[in-house]
Every structure is written in structure tokens, then in C-alpha cells.
């Protein structure tokens, strides 16, 4: 597998997802999701002109972060233990999976700079997924108007895997429904303007729907080690 040729792929695709929405591909920024890969694969995305690479477990990022340094912006994609925190939070540029007060809390206790943090929602009601219900994310980004080492930059969803692409588009125009929401609150710790939202099987419907950071990983840098 060819990260380069993937990413020119991904890059070509994105671009005319934009220009269907009459958007700048500049507004999106695309998360190389290494989870899976080794970090050779990892460093081959870098090289490749990845900028963003994204982690759902602590000791995946630490051990990747240990060879890489800040070479990338690093994600935290995945459900984030809140004893874990400590172990992330010096190395992270942004937090996708923020869900409940006690990770909040977590996060403004262990960090010394402000945060930039996706709060997670459960929009298509999936059991196995993670994240708040819709109308419980307003009240839950309100709640944190205390911690001031947190930044509420937008919203994150997963979609389920499915081939129904009217579905899909509904689940992401619902997160930007509700995103539109908070930014029109204007508040000062949740400026919340971007939509981390979109996967290899359906980046370019997001993108078509508003997403502003696409998580990339099989369609990208593969799956294997």
C-alpha cells in the first residue's frame, strides 16, 4: 500500500466534495488514523504531507509519540479513561471523545494550557457507541464554562458502518444542526465551529454536510502492521 498515492486519492476527493458544497478545501483537515499501523507506517504518512495523526489508545499514542515527537499534530480519538488523562495530556492537540463531567474535569486538573476538546454525541442512538445523547449536549457544554483549561472546538460523531447514504447524511446534519447551536450561544469556552465527523467509508458525505476534520485510517495508511 501506497500512503502517498492514498492520500493523493483521498486529497482528490475531498477537494471535489468541496466544490459540490461550495466549500475551500482548506477547511478541512485530514486525521491519519494509526492505529492499526505500525510506526514506520505512521512516519510514511508524515513524509507523505500528513499533518494530523489520530490515536484511540494511550499506549498507541505514547509509543508512537516517543518515536515521532511533534513532527504532527496528535488526536485522541478513542474513549479516554480519566486515570488516564495524565498519560496523554502533555502530548495531545486536540481531545475528540470529550463526554462527561468527570473527563472534564480530568482535563482541566492535569493540563496547563487550554485544551482544544470535541465533545462526543451518540447521534444515531447506537448502543456500542459512546458520547452524549443530542439534547443533553447543550446542558453538558454549559456545565463546563468552569474548567478553563478546556476549549469546546466542535463536535464529534461516529456513524454507523452502513451503505445507506441518505441515513448517513441525516446523522451528519443532525451534529451540525446541534453545532450550529452552540456556536449561536457564543460562548467564550465553547467557540465550537468545527465537525469531526466522517471515516474512510463515508469522509466525503460529511465533508458534503459540514464536516471540518475527517478521520482517515484504512483508506489511508491500511490496517495491517
Not at 72 to 97: A, P
Not at 139 to 160: C, K
Request: aromatic share 6%; proline share 2%.
Amino acid at each position: 500500500m501506497n500512503v502517498a498515492e492514498n492520500l493523493e486519492t483521498i486529497q482528490t476527493n475531498i477537494r471535489q466534495a468541496c466544490e459540490r458544497a461550495g466549500r475551500s478545501i482548506n477547511e478541512i483537515s485530514i486525521i491519519a488514523v494509526t492505529k492499526y499501523v505500525s510506526i514506520d507506517r505512521a512516519k510514511q504518512a508524515i513524509e507523505a504531507g500528513v499533518e494530523h495523526l489520530g490515536e484511540n489508545r494511550v499506549e498507541g499514542m505514547n509509543e508512537k509519540y516517543d518515536e515521532i515527537g511533534q513532527d504532527v499534530q496528535w488526536h485522541f480519538i478513542g474513549t479516554l479513561q480519566s486515570r488516564k488523562v495524565k498519560e496523554v495530556i502533555d502530548q495531545v492537540s486536540m481531545i475528540h471523545s470529550l463526554d462527561r463531567k468527570s473527563l472534564a474535569k480530568e482535563i482541566h486538573k492535569r493540563s496547563d494550557r487550554k485544551v482544544p476538546c470535541f465533545v462526543q454525541v451518540n447521534v444515531s442512538g447506537e448502543e456500542s457507541k459512546h458520547g452524549l445523547e443530542p439534547e443533553d449536549v447543550i446542558p453538558f457544554i454549559e456545565t463546563l464554562r468552569n474548567y478553563e483549561n478546556i476549549e469546546v472546538t466542535g463536535l464529534m460523531t461516529m456513524a454507523p458502518y452502513i451503505e445507506d447514504q441518505e441515513k448517513l447524511r441525516s446523522i451528519f446534519r443532525e451534529l451540525r444542526t446541534i453545532q450550529e447551536e452552540v456556536e449561536a450561544k457564543e460562548w467564550s469556552h465553547a467557540p465550537c465551529k468545527h465537525l469531526s465527523m466522517g471515516m474512510s467509508n463515508d469522509y466525503e458525505i460529511a465533508i458534503e454536510e459540514g464536516a471540518t476534520h475527517v478521520r482517515i485510517g484504512s483508506k489511508l495508511v491500511g490496517k495491517e502492521f
